[in-house]
């Protein structure tokens, strides 16, 4: 088993015997950079997860977060979180939605998090996905500033690289989205072109984060851009949230039906 949440400082590449990309090793994998490393030009890999495990997601990586928080994640979010939600197997992750009753609610559902183990700034980042299909699921992968523990939301900033509607209508689409506070919340965001097959096949999506602007794409195809300056906080290390919501503000109405659906991710890589 390769293991490949490493962090800046050596610049030589690890040899697995396969094609996977290799970062550089740096013996420190809880370090956050307060500047960028790599060669500048996001040509070095600097960490990656490729989910190449069987079992639960590592504990050195990422952090599981379970319940409904508050207001449903401030959302009202209609599912709990739970630890068996999540699970890492075939060179995958797979976050699998259910109806099922559990402490209250009706679904259930996986969220995690690399808060405290890894976070990056400024470089491009690319994940592999296959979203749910299913009315009313809300897939996110996203990021949040490291300084979300100490002043909050929307303060800390956020980066979302890639969400999507729960109504049906909108399962052909993604949005990218950025929130920060400028005299109370504010937030852009802006919808991809149609794009096909979201569930059954596999798409890249990509940001790209410079001190000037931050981009976002989905199979090289680039469809949002925000400039941004020093009154905005996307100046600081920023960390990984995977998961997938049910019902809320952005995932609506679940269909009455729904069973059971799941978001797979196949790599999640950081370059610089």
């Not at 259910?98 to 405290?116: C, H, I, L, V």
């Not at 992968?141 to 890639?162: T, V």
């Not at 890249?204 to 469809?223: E, F, G, N």
């Amino acid at each position: 088993m390769k293991r490949t949440s490493f962090l800046f400082c050596c610049l030589f590449f690890l040899s697995c015997g396969n094609d996977d990309p290799q970062p550089i090793d740096i013996n420190t994998p809880n370090v956050t950079p307060t500047e960028p490393v790599g060669s500048g030009n996001n040509d070095v890999l600097i960490w990656s997860e490729e989910f190449d495990y069987e079992g639960e997601p590592d504990s050195k990586v990422w952090t599981i977060e379970t319940g409904n928080g508050d207001w449903g994640w401030g959302n009202g979010e209609v599912q709990y979180y739970r630890d068996e939600n999540l699970s890492v197997s075939d060179g995958t992750l797979k976050i699998t939605t259910k109806k099922e009753k559990y402490d209250g609610f009706d679904y259930t559902s996986g969220r995690m998090k690399t808060q405290g183990n890894f976070s990056f700034r400024y470089g491009k980042a690319e994940i592999r996905a296959k979203l749910p299909a299913s009315q009313g699921t809300w897939p996110a992968i996203w990021l949040l500033g490291n300084s979300y523990s100490s002043i909050g939301w929307p303060f800390c900033g956020e980066i979302d690289i890639m969400e999507q509607r729960g109504q049906m209508e909108d399962k052909s689409y993604v949005l990218g989205t950025v929130h920060w506070d400028a005299n109370g919340n504010a937030s852009h965001s802006v919808d991809s072109a149609p794009v096909e097959n979201l569930s059954s096949e596999w798409h890249v999506y990509k940001l790209l984060w410079t001190d000037k602007s931050i981009k976002i794409s989905i199979d090289d195809q680039d469809y949002y851009r925000i400039n941004t300056n020093d009154s905005m906080p996307f100046y600081a290390p920023f960390f990984f949230i995977v998961n997938v919501a049910m019902g809320g503000t952005l995932g609506g109405d679940i269909d009455p039906n729904f069973t059971e659906d799941v978001m797979e991710i196949d790599y999640i890589r950081v370059y610089q």
